[in-house]
């Protein structure tokens, strides 16, 4: 079955400073790989998405992830974080042959100190 | 994601009433996903519909809860008899195609029940 773990429950990092959230899958052939972030009160908007091809995906405000097939990993980069970015952020795996269920892992919650 | 409308927004109910909350999908789309959020907790797929037909509703409970995507009109999510377990953040998620295509999802602002 898949599954989805996001190690890290909370993050702290310095305004300016890198970051980086990760997440694994467990999964036998190559997954669809989604990165999402929520506000607090708020939807969940999409940062990024893996489907094939370069393994480095870029995404929205900033952010970029990169797939690992021998690690079962697809975790979260940005190389300098703002304040604004202090949130929840959701891995997930997309649904494959048989199933029709988005994955998500139970999130990690990033704070930025100024 | 803002074009996935969810009302309402916040629903406060008391134990033993009903929970009616409603989904319209972005323009388009005609594929429609449940998810559940517990406090702490990642989201939980509950179902998906498409127009007229319920796909896979292998993560709803057995009981008291319902769902529907008719064809005219918005999805809704439909609770009885709501116990203070129920309250959660219901997150609706929609898709222009087949869900089984690894397309993406777009979810809406999401409808936060309490149950008192």
């Known amino acids: 079955a898949q599954s989805v773990t996001q190690p890290d429950i909370h993050i702290t990092v310095s305004e300016g400073a890198s970051l980086e959230l990760r997440c694994n899958y467990s999964?036998?052939?190559?997954?669809?790989l989604f990165w999402y972030v929520q506000s607090p009160g708020q939807g969940l908007q999409l940062l990024l998405k893996y489907f094939s091809g370069d393994t480095l995906v870029q995404g929205i405000k900033g952010f970029e992830a990169e797939f690992k097939r021998s690690q079962s990993s697809f975790n979260l980069r940005k190389p300098s974080v703002h304040w604004s970015d202090a949130a929840e952020y959701f891995c997930a795996v997309g649904p494959t042959s048989g199933t029709y269920k988005y994955i998500f892992g139970t999130g990690t919650r990033l704070k930025v100190l100024a | 994601n803002a074009g996935v409308m969810q009302n309402p927004r916040h629903l406060v109910r008391r134990r033993g009433q009903e929970a009616r909350l409603r989904c319209s999908p972005m323009k388009g789309h005609s594929h429609v996903y449940w998810y559940r959020q517990l406090p702490e907790e990642g989201l939980k797929f509950m179902v998906y519909l498409q127009k007229e037909n319920i796909i896979d509703e292998s993560g709803m409970p057995k009981e008291r809860f319902s769902a529907e995507f008719p064809k005219e009109g918005p999805s809704i999510l439909r609770i009885q008899q709501v116990v203070r377990g129920d309250s959660a953040a219901y997150f609706c998620?929609?898709?222009?195609?087949?869900?089984?295509?690894?397309?993406?999802?777009?979810f809406g602002e999401g409808s936060w029940l309490t149950v008192v």
């Open positions: 998620a929609s898709s222009p195609m087949e869900g089984r295509s690894g397309n993406t999802i777009y």
């Open positions: 999964y036998g052939a190559t997954p669809y």
